[in-house]
């Protein structure tokens, strides 16, 4: 984000005024669009409120911007007194269109981060950078002739990816299959919008699970989907439910992610699982099997996935390399029939004629080498280790405030509050005291949950974190008594 030179000679408030005349001149904010309030910009620039004051007075002058006593300040639609030409309506047009936006959680989340960097990061579902493995990718980047094509590819990818998938899925997910009925992807999350766009139609019944990553995606609600609540409990998901749902509202598709769930870290209990292959088979029910966090399993071996022991051909099975090396690589998979993979990778062709073909050829040569087990037993290791500082930190901070089941995988601690407290000012607070979070209702939940990822801040933030959060707690807590 810009901000001021303060050694330059030009005044602060020149600077600025000079910034805004340049953004309103590159169209950022059209003719009578909204300016942010002058207490506002003072705090992104890290400027007194009174010299915004002097560079809006500045643009006034020039005629660029008007202001309005209870209607802010805005771009002008009649700039140095020249006859207005008409101009899109973009604020309309943004409102606009069938794709809906980012939940206002997660779109305030992301503005937090991006304008207070220092914020320690429990939201972020990502590895930090000291859990990915660069050094192993670098050397791999600089090996002879690693880059070897530089063109369209095969719209269901990388033809030597797809084949050191059909390798890995066997030896480390039990998985059977071939390479072409692989679709590669940029990730879980494009995997799930082919889905939701491709073979599923408006007014369309499925079900998801409670709470589920999948209740902070819109694309459920852009696509016309209904959605029907699978509850999860320490077992996971109970299959009979979906026999229900079906009878119901005659469910059309079911999604699920059986292995360390995000946000609770449960696993699917293996009689539920075969119960769940049973129904979907009488029923001939897709199962749509997200399994990004098996192979954070940290002691034990990790849980196989339902596709290993699919005999009936019910599961699509997305994978992704995001949680368990790189989410910057942006490769993701799908494994299902061909027919399916064919209708998927045709629509993805056309949006964007394929996945860059470098990521692609740099995920084939790591699955190739022999840093990927090294690698994995690491991830596991330091996984575990920030785990339990972050139920350290719980304890010694939120001691009888905060209730919790300990996971054996996965990226996430699912956490309910004791005190009663309302999930937006929660998080408004925790910003202020320095520390972002996930509430749970993003994730379909009642108010008073909270997902921290343990994966993404730094070791010694952690229990830093924390405190910033049980500080926020108690002040919103103690107000209320007030």
């Not at 005629?63 to 639609?77: D, F, H």
């Not at 009878?247 to 079911?254: C, D, F, L």
């Amino acid at each position: 984000m810009w901000k001021p030179d303060r050694q330059s000679k030009q005044p602060l408030y020149e600077q600025i005024a000079d910034h805004l005349e340049r953004r309103i001149s590159y169209g950022e904010f059209p003719p009578g669009s909204l300016l942010p309030s002058e207490r506002k910009l003072a705090e992104q620039l890290g400027v007194n409120r009174s010299t915004v004051v002097q560079s809006f007075a500045e643009l006034r002058s020039m005629g660029i911007i008007e202001s309005r006593t209870g209607s802010g300040t805005r771009v002008s639609k009649y700039k140095w007194g020249i006859t207005p030409k008409h101009t899109p309506n973009w604020s309309r047009y943004a409102e606009g269109g069938s794709f809906l936006p980012n939940q206002p959680f997660m779109r305030r989340i992301r503005k937090a981060l991006t304008e207070h960097p220092s914020l320690i990061d429990f939201a972020s579902g990502e590895l930090s950078k000291d859990l990915s493995p660069i050094d192993e990718i670098t050397t791999l980047l600089n090996e002879p002739q690693s880059i070897s094509y530089l063109g369209y590819d095969n719209p269901q990818g990388y033809t030597p990816l797809r084949q050191a998938l059909v390798s890995y899925l066997r030896d480390y997910r039990g998985i059977q299959t071939t390479e072409s009925s692989i679709l590669i992807t940029s990730g879980s999350q494009q995997s799930l919008y082919l889905i939701t766009q491709c073979l599923l139609s408006p007014g369309d019944a499925v079900a998801i699970e409670d709470p589920s990553y999948c209740y902070s995606l819109p694309m459920f609600q852009s696509a016309g989907l209904r959605l029907f609540r699978l509850p999860v409990d320490q077992d996971g998901a109970r299959p009979e439910d979906i026999r229900t749902l079906y009878k119901k509202h005659r469910i059309k598709m079911v999604f699920i992610n059986p292995n360390f769930q995000n946000p609770t870290g449960t696993v699917l209990k293996a009689e539920q699982r075969i119960q769940l292959l049973n129904i979907a088979s009488e029923l001939g029910l897709p199962i749509v099997e997200d399994d990004p966090f098996s192979l954070t399993a940290y002691k034990e071996t990790p849980p196989s996935p339902l596709k290993s022991i699919d005999s009936t051909g019910s599961i699509l099975h997305i994978g992704s390399f995001s949680k368990i090396a790189a989410s910057g690589l942006r490769i993701g998979w799908m494994v299902a029939p061909h027919t399916i993979v064919e209708r998927l990778a045709d629509a993805r062709q056309q949006m964007d004629f394929g996945l860059s073909v470098i990521p692609q050829q740099v995920a084939a040569q790591f699955l190739k080498s022999p840093y990927v087990e090294p690698h994995l037993d690491r991830l596991r290791m330091n996984l575990l280790f920030r785990r339990d500082l972050l139920i350290e930190a719980l304890e010694k901070e939120l001691p009888g405030l905060v209730c919790y089941t300990i996971p054996q995988g996965g990226l996430h601690m699912w956490c309910k509050l004791v005190p009663k407290v309302h999930d937006g000012k929660l998080l408004e607070e925790a910003i202020k005291n320095g520390v972002v979070f996930v509430p749970g209702s993003v994730y379909g939940s009642d108010s008073g949950f909270v997902r921290f990822t343990f994966a993404r801040p730094q070791v010694e933030e952690i229990s830093s974190g924390v405190s910033k959060f049980a500080k926020a707690l108690q002040n919103l807590t103690n107000n209320r008594r007030e």
